[in-house]
């Protein structure tokens, strides 16, 4: 009954700076807390970020902190993924996922707390 859809993604140079977003619908919709995370070809999906919808309280993989920034919309409800001084290592495809069931105080890591994945959006950075 929930439905994440990713856009934004694309091929950007070293240094340039790309924004996702992340779409979600339903009618009976309640997020706890929204994240992202990534997957190169041949890697395990890895944590990049994740928010507290209540109260935006965020966190970051140590990798982008500084460089990403996460935030959300209301109405609609929208999840967004600032992406700044962009490197090639950034390279994947960035799934947007949602936590509906368990209530969260902070932002969570792992991905067993989202029940709702996007389909993903293919993140380029050339060197």
């Known amino acids: 009954q929930v439905q994440l859809v990713e856009s934004g993604g694309g091929l950007v140079q070293a240094g340039g700076s790309l924004r996702l977003s992340c779409a979600a619908s339903?009618?009976?919709?309640?997020?706890?807390?929204m994240g992202w995370f990534r997957q190169a070809p041949g890697k395990e999906r890895e944590f990049v970020a994740a928010?507290?919808?209540?109260?935006?309280?965020?966190d970051y993989a140590s990798s982008v902190k500084g460089r990403f920034t996460i935030s959300r919309d209301n109405a609609p409800n929208t999840v967004y993924l600032q992406m700044n001084s962009l490197k090639p290592e950034d390279t994947a495809v960035y799934f947007c996922?949602?936590?509906?069931?368990?209530?969260?105080?902070?932002?969570?890591?792992?991905?067993?707390?989202?029940?709702?994945w996007g389909q993903g959006t293919q993140v380029t950075v050339s060197s």
């Open positions: 928010i507290v919808w209540s109260t935006g309280n965020t």
């Open positions: 339903g009618r009976t919709f309640r997020s706890y807390g």
């Open positions: 996922a949602a936590n509906t069931i368990y209530s969260v105080d902070s932002p969570t890591t792992t991905p067993d707390w989202y029940n709702y």
